[in-house]
T-cell receptor, first 113, second 116 residues
Framework: SQQGEEDPQALSIQEGENATMNCSYK?????LQWYRQNSGRGLVHLIL?????REKHSGRLRVTLDTSKKSSSLLITASRAADTASYFCATEHYGGSQGNLIFGKGTKLSVKP | GAVVSQHPSWVICKSGTSVKIECRSLDFQATTMFWYRQFPKQSLMLMAT?????????EQGVEKDKFLINHASLTLSTLTVTSAHPEDSSFYIC????????????FGPGTRLTVT
């Protein structure tokens, strides 16, 4: 089965810097979603971008989607120590069941104060 | 906003026993819920799709007789790990679909299962 792949696997930055995480997938999608997970906790939905959208913003988050390259990026601007978490992309596949998400392996972000 | 709860948040059980994990949508009705398993430092893997009033749909490689799923109402789905073994130790997370069918998922806080 398809699985998204994020890179980098781990990212360490200083507070105030921007953090960029990338996600690639293999087959056609309905939408791509980014989630955040604090250590040992559940997932929090951050942003959803549909296959016909190219860019979306939410606060300090900016997501892009390039369906020709089957890739997406998540940018967190002006990072804070509280942004420290793992970030996952998840894809809902075209032709699949609604809500059936395939998750990538995640990027572990560490923001140092 | 949509809230999904899980109970218990963590459980320790002995090998061979069964454990039931509950997933509830607190402020909306969920005809479909999803169960995921996450091993340490790994991603979430979908185990099964739970449909209210019908049988769950299991992903390839997931034993339906070992992981019993019951979706008895529009706000409750349960996952029972039967005859648990140490290799079943994992983080189990449920989710429910977005209110308007928009595609986003609302996740429970997860249940940490440790089988000794």
């Amino acid at each position: 089965s398809q699985q998204g792949e994020e890179d980098p696997q781990a990212l360490s930055i200083q507070e105030g810097e921007n953090a960029t995480m990338n996600c690639s997938y293999k087959t056609s999608i309905n939408n791509l979603q980014w989630y955040r997970q604090n250590s040992g906790r559940g997932l929090v939905h951050l942003i959803l971008i549909r296959s016909n959208e190219r860019e979306k913003h939410s606060g300090r988050l900016r997501v892009t989607l390039d369906t020709s390259k089957k890739s997406s990026s998540l940018l967190i601007t002006a990072s804070r120590a509280a942004d420290t978490a793992s970030y996952f992309c998840a894809t809902e596949h075209y032709g699949g069941s609604q809500g059936n998400l395939i998750f990538g392996k995640g990027t572990k972000l560490s923001v140092k104060p | 906003g949509a809230v999904v709860s899980q109970h218990p948040s963590w459980v320790i059980c002995k090998s061979g026993t069964s454990v039931k994990i509950e997933c509830r949508s607190l402020d909306f009705q969920a005809t479909t819920m999803f169960w995921y398993r996450q091993f340490p430092k790994q991603s979430l893997m979908l185990m099964a799709t739970s449909n209210e009033g019908s049988k769950a749909t299991y992903e390839q490689g997931v034993e339906k007789d070992k992981f019993l799923i019951n979706h008895a109402s529009l706000t409750l789905s349960t996952l029972t790990v039967t005859s648990a073994h140490p290799e079943d130790s994992s983080f189990y997370i449920c989710s429910a679909g977005g209110l308007a069918g928009g595609g986003e998922q609302y996740f429970g806080p997860g249940t940490r299962l440790t089988v000794t």
